[in-house]
């Protein structure tokens, strides 16, 4: 199958790839799977041009993969043990997003950081979402008490593309939470998670409809045509 370039100009413009393109994701997860869920529902609902065609985690028995399973999607463990080194595991895991021919890998809840040979074999198809307004509170998984304990008032989640540097790839929308006085690491999460479930299956959408051009380090988003 033809692979959907998501950066050159050309074919971010190009009449067949936008509206109708349907974006084959690969969605990569580590827990619970509600970001997961939320492109589920996006796509059922026929708000978002993509199908969910693999699912990949590296932990096993986790809520995400039934919500894989009760979709229909295959999906396949990847835990640390069952290889060599964190390489072979990532090397493994890519070889089964290319059996299934993925256009863009996203990262949804995934707590690990991927090995640099996968990153660079799918260049600028990597997508993560992180849930804070980065380039804050970046390089955690405690994104939301960081936030409380350095008091800060406004936070949110960021969809980004995933670049050697963590957390630190070109940013292509962020959705803001106020924080609360009385929030505690609990209630802070809840709210941005709230904003997550918005922002991925929307970067998704843009990056379906050809609508996001890389310059240099900024992700410009191409309004949407009119005719
Ligand atoms: C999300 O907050 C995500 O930003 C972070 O981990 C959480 C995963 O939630 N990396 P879920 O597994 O999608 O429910």
């Given at each position: 199958?033809?692979?959907?370039?998501?950066?050159?100009?050309?074919?971010?413009?190009?009449?067949?790839?936008?509206?109708?393109?349907?974006?084959?994701?690969?969605?990569?997860?580590?827990?619970?799977?509600?970001?997961?869920?939320?492109?589920?529902?996006?796509?059922?609902?026929?708000?978002?041009?993509?199908?969910?065609?693999?699912?990949?985690?590296?932990?096993?028995g986790v809520l995400g993969l039934d919500r894989a399973e009760r979709a229909g999607v295959p999906w396949y463990v990847f835990s640390r043990e069952a290889y060599p080194s964190r390489r072979a595991r990532d090397e493994a895991m890519a070889e089964f997003l290319r059996y299934h021919e993925i256009?863009?890998?996203?990262?949804?809840?995934?707590?690990?950081?991927?090995?640099?040979?996968?990153?660079?074999?799918?260049?600028?198809?990597?997508?993560?979402?992180?849930?804070?307004?980065?380039?804050?509170?970046?390089?955690?998984?405690?994104?939301?008490?960081?936030a409380l304990r350095y008091g800060v008032k406004v936070s949110g989640c960021t969809v980004h593309f995933v670049t050697d540097d963590l957390d630190a790839g070109p940013i292509i929308l962020q959705r803001a939470v106020p924080v609360r006085d009385d929030d505690t690491e609990v209630t802070l999460a809840?709210?941005?998670?709230?904003?997550?479930?918005?922002?991925l299956p929307e970067a998704i959408r843009l990056l379906a409809e050809g609508r996001v051009r890389l310059e240099g380090r900024r992700a410009r988003i191409i309004p949407a045509r009119t005719d």
């Open positions: 199958m033809t692979q959907v370039d998501l950066r050159s100009p050309e074919t971010a413009l190009a009449p067949e790839v936008s509206p109708t393109a349907c974006l084959r994701l690969g969605v990569l997860i580590s827990g619970r799977g509600s970001n997961l869920q939320a492109i589920l529902d996006s796509i059922a609902r026929d708000v978002l041009p993509a199908r969910v065609v693999a699912v990949a985690s590296n932990h096993a256009d863009l890998v996203v990262l949804a809840g995934y707590d690990r950081v991927l090995a640099p040979a996968v990153i660079a074999s799918f260049h600028d198809r990597i997508i993560n979402v992180h849930p804070s307004l980065l380039p804050a509170f970046g390089g955690t998984l405690h994104a939301a008490a960081e809840a709210r941005i998670l709230a904003e997550e479930h918005k922002a």
